[in-house]
């Protein structure tokens, strides 16, 4: 497996933040984050904010941030540093999407309503 290069020039302009799918994994890791990470009174706070359906539920539209960043899935660390999923600030990588293919072998599942 290659290691994700760090995003260097991430402005938090959301435009990676759209639907996705994950792994089954990555669902429990998303859970586990959000049961001893986040509050309830924050849950709902980031629910009621306004978003456009193709924006990431997890995506708080106020602080221009994800609030599951340390256990958001692996397609969100890759964009912006592999060829296809450029970012349009020029993030940190210009990788060949091939050489990352293992890391896509497992079964994909659009991810569950959480919020």
């Known amino acids: ?3 994700i290069p760090e995003h260097t020039n991430c402005r938090n302009c959301g435009l990676c933040c759209g639907p ?6 990555e669902i429990e890791t998303i859970k586990l984050y959000i049961k001893n ?3 309830r009174k924050f849950l709902l ?3 009621k904010q306004k978003k456009d359906f193709l924006i990431c539920q997890f995506r708080d539209i ?3 941030n994800c609030i599951i960043y340390p256990a958001r899935p692996e397609v969100c660390k890759l964009f912006g540093v ?3 999923l450029e970012c349009p600030f020029g993030n940190s990588a210009d990788l060949e999407g091939g ?4 890391n896509f072998n497992e079964d ?6 959480f919020l």
Not at 20 to 25: A, E, F, G, H
């Open 37 to 39: 990470n986040l509050s």
């Open 99 to 102: 050489l990352l293919e293992s």
């Open 62 to 64: 106020k602080e221009k």
């Open 1 to 3: 497996m290659i290691k």
């Open 45 to 47: 706070k980031i629910k």
């Open 20 to 25: 996705l799918s994950v792994t089954k994994n």
């Open 108 to 113: 994909r599942y659009p991810i569950p309503k």
């Open 82 to 84: 592999i060829k296809r």
